[in-house]
């Protein structure tokens, strides 16, 4: 879908990471190992104890700053997604540990 409205585009972005919070939360529960982005950002937990979320945001703001340092293109979903997607992985992670078996 490619809507033109500012509160539908707002609202599709919002499923969007909520979507890829669920999944993040289930693959990383069933331990087969993490993508790059999530292995630094397990990674960067363990070390530091600091919470999983706040570690995402940090890393998303990380390569947001390079990406828009290297001439890349972004938006207000590019901000949205690097501010939400970080509070989205962590509650999925709870509610998918409490599943995994």
């Given amino acids: 879908p490619n809507p ?5 585009a707002l609202i599709q972005t919002i499923i969007g990471i909520i979507v890829v919070g669920i999944g993040s939360g289930f693959y990383l529960t069933a331990n087969l190992g993490p993508g790059p982005r999530d292995g630094w950002m397990t990674g960067i937990q363990q070390r530091s104890g600091w919470p999983i979320g706040r570690v995402r945001i940090g890393i998303e703001i990380l390569v947001l700053s390079l990406g828009i340092a290297l001439g ?8 949205i997604f690097a501010i939400g997607i970080g509070p989205a992985v962590a509650m ?4 998918a540990g409490r599943w995994s078996v």
Avoid: A, D, K, N
Wanted: aromatic share 6%; no cysteine.
């Fill in 72 to 79: 890349g293109t972004f938006g207000i979903g590019t901000i």
């Fill in 4 to 8: 033109t409205e500012t509160g539908p």
């Fill in 92 to 95: 999925s992670l709870g509610v």
